[in-house]
Every structure is written in structure tokens, then in C-alpha cells.
């Protein structure tokens, strides 16, 4: 089975940055999509970043789109998100996902999941 562990959480004030990184395992096939969700206390889990590994195409939420980038390590095996302009509203625990092929960014949609990364902003 694919194993995902998440990194590079922490607190950060409005306007900073953070970037997480997923690491990817136990899979050789590497023609996977990856994507990052997040989930805020009390909220539905949102798809907000994915990766399609074949052709390297991304997708960003509305939400996210000109702030946060996903890219692919050229060890192929690590998925980078990088978020700036951070706002408080991006608060969340944030989740690393991955499923053979291409897949729609909703949650019922992976197969992979790692345990998760926090992710907190102040005002």
C-alpha cells in the first residue's frame, strides 16, 4: 500500500509562510495524482491543491489559487506545498492524498491518506 507522511506544520502570524511537504512510499508506480486537503475544526474536509505526477499538471481551489504552489521534488517521491500570504482562514489540519490516475478534488475520490500536518495562522 502507498504510505503518506505530512511535515512542516506550525504557527504563523497572517501573512507568513509555511511550506509542507508529503512524502510518498511503498509505491512504485509513479504515475499517481497527489493532493493536499484540509479540514477546520468543525468543517467539512476541502480539496484545495493537486498534482497529476504524469504530466505535471496542477489545480488550485479558489480558495488558495496565486497563493499556494504544489510541486513535485525531482526525487519523485515528495510533493511540496508551498503557501504564502497565509490568513487566518486557512487554519486546518492539513492532509496529504494520493490515487492512481487522475481523480476529481473531492475527498471520496483517494485512496491514500496521511495523518495529517497542523496548520495555524494568527491574526
Known amino acids: 500500500q502507498v504510505q503518506l507522511v505530512e511535515s512542516g506544520g506550525g504557527s504563523v502570524q497572517a501573512g507568513g509562510s509555511l511550506r509542507l511537504s508529503c512524502t510518498i512510499s511503498?509505491?512504485?508506480?509513479?504515475?499517481?495524482?497527489v493532493a493536499w486537503f484540509r479540514q477546520a475544526s468543525g468543517k467539512e474536509r476541502e480539496g484545495i491543491a493537486s498534482i497529476y505526477t504524469g504530466d505535471g499538471s496542477t489545480f488550485y481551489t479558489n480558495s488558495v489559487k496565486g497563493r499556494f504552489t504544489i510541486s513535485q521534488d525531482n526525487t519523485k517521491n515528495i510533493i511540496n506545498l508551498q503557501m504564502n500570504s497565509l490568513k487566518p482562514e486557512d487554519t486546518a489540519m492539513y492532509y496529504c492524498a494520493a490515487t492512481p490516475g487522475r481523480a476529481p478534488i473531492q475527498a471520496i475520490s483517494w485512496r491514500y491518506w496521511g495523518q495529517g500536518t497542523q496548520v495555524t495562522v494568527s491574526s
Open positions: 511503498k509505491y512504485t508506480d509513479k504515475i499517481l495524482a
